[in-house]
């Protein structure tokens, strides 16, 4: 009977140690997992803010431009040249 609580408490003090170790390496497989993605969200938003500072300076430009072609379209509407179209 003695070997038997003996073989009892070996499996349930090496179940509690399993538990253990699972639980440790998910949390250290999780924590590599955030921080891949944490390194993906920096590139990406670096690509980004490169597109940006590209695209800037041209949306300004385009802007500018519809500007230009709006005050020339209604430039045009109150001579009446509309009419003629």
């Known amino acids: ?20 170790c699972w639980a440790v390496c998910f949390w250290w497989m999780h924590r590599l997992e955030l921080h891949d993605v944490t390194k993906r969200i920096e590139q990406l938003s670096k690509a980004e803010h490169d597109l940006l500072q590209e695209v800037h300076p041209k949306v300004e430009k385009i802007e500018e431009s519809v500007k230009d072609v709006a005050v020339a379209v209604s430039a045009e509407d109150s001579s009446g040249n509309a009419a003629k179209r």
């Open 1 to 20: 009977m003695n070997t038997r609580f003996d073989m009892q408490t070996i499996a349930l003090i090496l179940a509690w140690v399993g538990t253990g």
